[in-house]
């Protein structure tokens, strides 16, 4: 499910990197152990059209997508960009990872090896990897991630789905 949020004031939000809500409902940087809205795929105005770059070098292949916002000290009230989120439980992404594989806390080694969960990097302020060290088989944890093992396009990288979601997490 794609949905959007308005970024918080001040931060860097890039595609590819955990997002959550913060406690006024603005898009911020995931944490670990806590729970996730979603993976920022793209970005879009106030008036939900897309962002474009700032600039263009004529005679080059610049993209045309933006992969980072950094935004504002008043986007909330003034810009209000907006962060487009993939918000489904069913998506799976392919994730780096800081640390070596089977270092820690049984995270997996080889293709076919599932289970388990992780955390976002949010320690490392790399919110588009995971990190090796939070590797916990043990179920009812608060980790923002499901292991679906390694990844086998790429055996450096975790196939992962949301786990710890603000849309079924519990009201304190």
Do not use: H
């Amino acid at each position: 499910m794609l949905v959007t949020g308005i970024i918080a004031n001040s931060i860097t939000v890039a595609v590819g990197e955990a997002v959550k809500l913060d406690s006024s409902g603005f898009v911020t940087n995931a944490t670990a152990s806590t729970a996730v809205l979603g993976v920022c795929v793209g970005f879009c105005d106030a008036s939900f059209v897309p962002l474009a770059p700032s600039a263009y070098a004529a005679g080059t292949a610049t993209s045309s997508d933006v992969q980072s916002v950094a935004a504002a000290s008043d986007n909330q009230t003034v810009a209000l960009k907006r962060a487009l989120i993939e918000a489904s439980k069913d998506k799976v992404w392919s994730v780096s990872v800081n640390g070596t594989l089977g270092t820690t806390n049984s995270s997996p080694t080889a293709v076919g090896r599932i289970g388990g969960y992780v955390d976002v990097d949010s320690s490392g302020t790399n919110y588009a990897r995971v990190l090796e060290t939070t590797f916990e088989r043990a179920d009812g944890t608060d980790q923002n991630f499901f292991c679906w093992g390694v990844d086998a396009a790429d055996t450096t990288r975790l196939l992962v789905s949301i786990a710890n979601s603000v849309t079924l997490a519990s009201a304190a």
